[in-house]
C-alpha cells in the first residue's frame, strides 16, 4: 500500500468501550431516567431546551424564584427537549408594606447565578462599526443568516463556550434577526457605527431600495445586539444546568435620568428565550419594556402605590 492510500483511509470513529463505562452507562439509565427527578449534573446538556413563560401572582415570584427549573410548574423533559418554566414579570409601584417590598428584591437578588441592574443601559460597551457589512456579509440567497458562515465568521465571538450552548444562541440569533412577533413596531434600532465610507453607500442604497430600510436596520440591529453580549451575560447561560436553580437578571428601575433602551430590551428577550428569569422593580410606575414588547409576553403586577423617588442605594440603606 503506498503512502497516499494510507492518508485516504477514513478515520476511524469506532471505539471500544470499557467494562466499567458499559456498568456506569446502565446504572445512570436506571437511577438518571428523564422521568425520574433524580438527575447527575449536566445530564441535558446536549438536549434541546424550549421556554415555558409562568403566568404568576405577585406573590408567585419570590415562591417559584427560588426554586430550582424541576420544582417548578411545567417542567417536563420529552423526546430529548427540556421545558424550562421561567418568569417574565414587571412589579409597579411599591407595596403597602415596604420593608416585605424590599425583602423580596433581596431574596431575588442573592439568588446564585444572578445578575442585578439599576442603570441603563445594561450593556454599556460601544458596538463595533460597519456591522451592518457584516450582518450582509452572512446571508444566504433567501435573505437570512446562514448558521454556519455565522459560526465560523471571524465576527463571531462565543467560540470559548459549550459547542452546544453556542449552537443553540446561533439558532436564537437567526430566529431573533427575522424580527420576532413581540416587538410592538418594526422600525425599532440602535445607533449603528458606521465608517465614512460605509455611510455614504448606504446612503446611496436606501435611495435606491427605500422599501423595508426601517426593518432591515432593526434586523442588522437586534443582530448586532446578539452577537456582542457582555461576558456576565454569557456567563449566566453557561452556568445553567436546567433542572437546578433558573438564573436570573433582576432589574431596579427608579427612572433616573436614563430608560431602558431598545438594546436592553434585545437582551432580555433573548435571555427569556433561553430560559432565564427576568423580573423589572418600577416604583415609579413609568413604562420601560413595555415602549417596546407587547404586554401579552410578561405579567404586569401593580401594587399598592407608586413612589416617585426610591433611589436604591437610600431605600436598601435602612
Not at 427560588?66 to 421545558?83: L, S
Amino acid at each position: 500500500m503506498s503512502n497516499n492510500d494510507k492518508f485516504k483511509e477514513p478515520y476511524t470513529k469506532t471505539r471500544t468501550e470499557t467494562q466499567a463505562f458499559k456498568a456506569s452507562e446502565e446504572i445512570n439509565e436506571i437511577l438518571h431516567d428523564e422521568e425520574s427527578g433524580c438527575y447527575k449534573p449536566w445530564q441535558f446538556i446536549d438536549y434541546n431546551i424550549k421556554k415555558d413563560t409562568l403566568k404568576t401572582t405577585y406573590d408567585e415570584i419570590v415562591l417559584w424564584g427560588t426554586q430550582e427549573a424541576m420544582i417548578r410548574p411545567g417542567w417536563n423533559v420529552q423526546n430529548k427537549e427540556v421545558t424550562i418554566p421561567n418568569i417574565f414579570s414587571k412589579v409597579i409601584g411599591v407595596h403597602e408594606n415596604v420593608k416585605q417590598y424590599k425583602n423580596d428584591i433581596s431574596t431575588l437578588i442573592q439568588q446564585e447565578n444572578t445578575l442585578f441592574y439599576k442603570k441603563f443601559p445594561m450593556n454599556r460597551k460601544r458596538y463595533p462599526k460597519d456591522m451592518n457589512r457584516v450582518y450582509k456579509s452572512l446571508l444566504d440567497v433567501r435573505g437570512r443568516i446562514n448558521k454556519e458562515k455565522l459560526m465560523t465568521s471571524e465576527h463571531w465571538k462565543y467560540s470559548k463556550l459549550n459547542p452546544v450552548l453556542q449552537n443553540r444562541m446561533a439558532d436564537k440569533i437567526i430566529e431573533f434577526s427575522d424580527i420576532s412577533s413581540f416587538w410592538k413596531y418594526r422600525n425599532f434600532s440602535i445607533k449603528l457605527r458606521m465608517s465614512i465610507i460605509n455611510r455614504i453607500l448606504d446612503f446611496i442604497s436606501s435611495l435606491i431600495y427605500d422599501g423595508g430600510r426601517s426593518e432591515r436596520i432593526m434586523r442588522i440591529s437586534i443582530f448586532t445586539v446578539l452577537t456582542n453580549l457582555n461576558e456576565d451575560m454569557l456567563n449566566l447561560l453557561q452556568k445553567f444546568d436546567y433542572p437546578m436553580k433558573v438564573p436570573k437578571i433582576i432589574i431596579y428601575n427608579n427612572n433616573n435620568k436614563r430608560n431602558l433602551t431598545f438594546a436592553d430590551a434585545v437582551t432580555l428577550m433573548f435571555m427569556n428565550s433561553m430560559g432565564v428569569d427576568i423580573v423589572i422593580y418600577n416604583p415609579t410606575g413609568t413604562s420601560d419594556i413595555e415602549n417596546y414588547v407587547k404586554e401579552e409576553n410578561y405579567d404586569i403586577h401593580r401594587l399598592y402605590e407608586t413612589r416617585n423617588s426610591l433611589p436604591f442605594w437610600r431605600f436598601f440603606n435602612w
